[in-house]
């Protein structure tokens, strides 16, 4: 991700870092190119226009314009305005005792995916997750996590064939989780190829009844401003605690991860970049700005 932002913007930073001196001309020109770049990557709107006018702002301060390196400068203020959209610092999970993360998205985000690599990661970490099928819609997603927990080496509880119950199927869970030796219960849901009544509904439930520290939701990258909207849309119906965004190895072009934080108020917690287990961690703002400038 953001290769696409790295090479359309590459010639204007170059320009940029070129110029001795700088004038009002030459800052506009840049923010110009900046703005359709971030348009043609997706970026919301009034995200991007926001953006720009921050950018602005700080870059026609005399400090920076009578600096010896103003181009150097300006590009130092987009990389750090960059990384404050992307959420600024890493976020972190609460995972104080219970701890209880529920895993929400659309079909094909990679909940499930996503679900057995937290808990890959939680375990590297010290702690001791089980994971919980909650998907009564897709038997084959079932399965699938049963197949990663056992990878991994994590407890996983499968609900009985032909269950319809969510709540039950949580309330068995928690019961059987007093019987292993965990620390963290990560519950993998259901999805829907759009967000419907009964999906908010079932979710809904799960929540009220899970009560988790953690309602994360999983987004595909390669969505765009659609991950941006179904995002608010499930946190407006449940509450989402952050976000994690998959995906990210793919040719997404970086609009979803830089509207998302600003649009929802939510940060993205984790980037997922490859269908390997491993290939999973927190999102760094910091880094990823650091991409753009190629
Ligand atoms: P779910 O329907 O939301 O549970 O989605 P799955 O976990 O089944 O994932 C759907 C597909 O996306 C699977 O083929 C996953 O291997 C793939 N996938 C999940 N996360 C990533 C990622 O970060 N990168 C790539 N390239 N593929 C991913």
Redesign the pocket.
């Known amino acids: 991700m953001f290769s696409f932002l790295a090479d359309k913007l590459d010639n204007t930073f170059r320009k940029l870092r070129g110029l001795g001196k700088i004038s009002e001309k030459n800052i506009s020109d840049a923010l110009k190119d900046i703005r359709v770049a971030l348009l043609e990557a997706d970026v919301e709107f009034s995200v991007a226009r926001e953006f720009i006018a921050h950018v602005k702002e700080q870059a026609m301060g005399t400090e920076v314009l009578k600096s010896i390196k103003p181009g150097e400068q300006i590009v130092k203020i987009f990389r750090d305005e960059i990384a404050e959209l992307l959420g600024g610092d890493v976020a972190t999970l609460d995972l104080t005792d219970p701890a209880r993360i529920l895993v929400v998205?659309?079909?094909?985000?990679?909940?499930?995916?996503?679900?057995a690599?937290l808990a890959l990661r939680l375990k590297k970490e010290g702690r001791r997750p089980l994971l919980v099928a909650c998907?009564l819609i897709?038997p084959a997603?079932i399965d699938?996590l049963a197949t990663l927990a056992k990878q991994i080496d994590v407890p996983v509880f499968t609900p009985a064939p032909g269950e319809k119950d969510v709540v039950r199927v949580a309330r068995e869970a928690l019961q059987w989780a007093k019987t292993q030796d965990g620390t963290v219960i990560i519950f993998?849901t259901a999805?829907r190829q759009e967000v419907d009544e009964e999906l908010i509904g079932e979710l809904k439930r799960l929540n009220d009844y899970i009560d988790p520290r953690e309602t994360l939701l999983?987004v595909?990258a390669a969505t765009g401003q659609q991950a941006v909207q179904v995002a608010c849309t499930f946190n407006n119906a449940v509450g989402i605690t952050g976000i994690v965004m998959?995906?990210?190895?793919?040719d997404a072009r970086g609009g979803a991860a830089l509207s998302m934080r600003s649009v929802t108020g939510k940060p993205i917690k984790f980037?997922?970049?490859?269908?390997k287990l491993d290939?999973?961690g927190p999102f760094v703002p910091d880094r990823l700005a650091d991409r753009i400038l190629g």
């Open positions: 998205g659309l079909n094909g985000a990679g909940k499930t995916t996503t679900s690599k998907d897709r997603a699938q993998d999805g999983v595909d998959t995906k990210l190895d793919g980037a997922g970049e490859g269908e290939q999973f």
